[in-house]
């Protein structure tokens, strides 16, 4: 996989990049390799590698990230837009996450 391919003109958001982060350190990737475009096949991730990123993300962003949405995460920006509307509805300022 090239990386260079999948980079954006566009900076990631906040929340973007927070998720980027989650997914290297669950999988132990090195920083770079995953990238906002990037899909989870690209990376060679599985259905169990799927469990350990969806508790990655649950304990990193106090949510709950629901079953039936799992089999439909399937690249970074998929996360990212599930995630989006339950940072937002946390207790306390979940905007601060989300910009």
Known sequence: MNT???????E???LTRRVIDVLTR?????PGEIQPDSTFEEL?????????????????FEVKIENEVIPGITD????????????AARPGDG???TS
Request: glycine share 6%; net charge negative; no cysteine.
């Open 44 to 60: 060679g991730f599985d259905s169990l590698d799927a469990i350990n990123i969806v508790f990655g993300l649950e304990n990193a």
């Open 12 to 14: 990631p958001d906040l």
């Open 4 to 10: 260079i391919e999948h980079m954006s003109t566009e």
């Open 26 to 30: 669950t999988q132990g990737m090195k």
């Open 76 to 87: 970074v920006r998929a996360v990212v837009e599930q995630l989006r509307p339950l940072v």
């Open 95 to 97: 905007r601060a996450t």
